[in-house]
């Protein structure tokens, strides 16, 4: 599967969770190899978690802002078994001259 | 050779820009996600006077990595090389911070604590997943170039219908229908998902099948001595890794091909 394809493919299901602020709960966005409850940050930092399902799969997507330090950044992670496993991350902080993607290859 | 080369090579990507919080400086060392290790500058207006801080992501992104900071040595590790930097934890904000100074001593604590970020990124490498998943792979790949030609290998599935909750590691099936279900030892769990096979494959009168539990080394500290102890006393068969690969190698094809 191409990420290409993933980007144009229908989605259904889609479900768009609140901005929430603070720690990301692990249920949220479950990866196993994170050990603990939470993902923390701090209160400077808003996310939120999109669910889509495309291509025969379950997809997440979890957005996070922290706007005092111009960071954004989303990450895309497909339900493997009850895991997730991360595919890309698409962001922009101003410590980088602009927007880029980090792929897991 | 001379040293404005040097001072070029480290100060060409450094760079500073303002944002909402005050300033961030992009330094020239690097993540291993490839992005720059990055400091925030917070303005103290009434004290007119600065502190530095990382992006409030460092510890989410070692414990996100497999790093447990709150149970074990890596938490000592990392107050250490606290103290050494004279680094503040705020646990309420998750930042990792300076104390306030003045403008003049931005540059010198900068490069302080660019290398106390650089060594907290180090904490990675002692991130046990990270050592157990390179060992559960390295079996794999030893398992595979072993009998990948003459038999099946399958990873993370049942041996059958009647046994689906008993996920295998490695399963590796002859062709005269003899399987060994291989477990890599890397944690009490699977020493004791091991023997729980061991139990139901004799539960179930399960003739064609060994397990064997593979650990890292002879000594393993993620399994009590008495789940090991209780591995020795049953069928299981039991092999490390530490140096011993041609005769792990033997010791599977005699129990598989025999």
């Known amino acids: 599967m191409k990420l290409v394809e993933v980007i144009r493919a229908t989605k259904v299901d889609v479900e768009i969770g609140k901005w929430e602020t603070g720690h990301i709960t692990r249920s949220q966005f479950p990866l196993s190899q994170a050990k603990n409850k939470n993902y923390k940050f701090g209160p400077d930092y808003r996310w939120r978690v999109v669910r889509f399902r495309c291509l025969g799969h379950e997809w997440r997507v979890l957005l996070l802002l922290c706007a005092p330090r111009e960071i954004f950044r989303t990450t895309l992670a497909v339900e493997v078994g009850g895991d997730l496993r991360v595919v890309c991350q698409h962001e922009y902080h101003a410590s980088e001259p602009g927007w880029h993607c980090h792929l897991s290859l | 050779m001379n040293d404005r080369q040097f001072c070029k090579a480290f100060c060409d990507e450094v760079a500073l820009r303002e944002v909402p919080l005050g300033y961030v400086l992009k330094t020239p060392f690097r993540r291993d996600d490839g992005d720059a290790i990055a400091i925030y500058i917070r303005r103290h207006h009434e004290l007119d006077a600065f502190r530095l801080e990382d992006d409030g992501q460092t510890i989410g992104y070692l414990e996100a990595a497999g790093v447990d900071l709150d149970?074990?040595?890596?938490?000592?590790?990392?107050?250490?090389?606290?103290?050494?930097?004279?680094?503040?934890?705020?646990?309420?904000?998750?930042?990792?911070?300076?104390?306030?100074?003045?403008?003049?001593?931005?540059?010198?604590?900068?490069?302080?604590?660019?290398?106390?970020?650089?060594?907290?990124?180090?904490?990675?490498?002692?991130?046990?997943?990270?050592?157990?998943?390179?060992?559960r792979d390295d079996l794999i790949a030893m398992v595979e170039s072993q009998f990948g030609a003459s038999c099946r290998i399958d990873l993370n599935v049942p041996l059958q219908e009647s046994m689906k909750d008993y996920v295998i590691d490695i399963l590796v099936r002859s062709p005269g229908n003899r399987v060994l279900a291989i477990y890599a030892g890397t944690s009490e769990m699977k020493a004791l998902e091991a023997l729980l096979f061991w139990r139901e494959s004799r539960e179930q009168k399960v003739q064609h099948v060994r397990s064997m539990l593979v650990l890292e080394e002879a000594k393993p500290r993620d399994i009590k001595d008495r789940t090991l102890s209780r591995v020795m006393n049953s069928d299981i068969l039991l092999a490390s890794m530490d140096g011993e690969e041609i005769a792990i190698r033997r010791k599977m094809e005699f129990n598989l091909l025999n």
Request: neutral net charge; glycine residues 4%; charged residues 25%.
């Open chain 2, 71 to 135: 149970a074990d040595s890596r938490f000592e590790a990392l107050t250490d090389l606290m103290r050494e930097y004279a680094v503040h934890y705020d646990e309420r904000g998750v930042l990792l911070h300076t104390g306030y100074v003045h403008e003049a001593n931005l540059p010198a604590l900068a490069v302080k604590f660019s290398a106390f970020l650089l060594r907290v990124y180090d904490l990675l490498l002692l991130a046990r997943n990270r050592v157990r998943s390179t060992f």
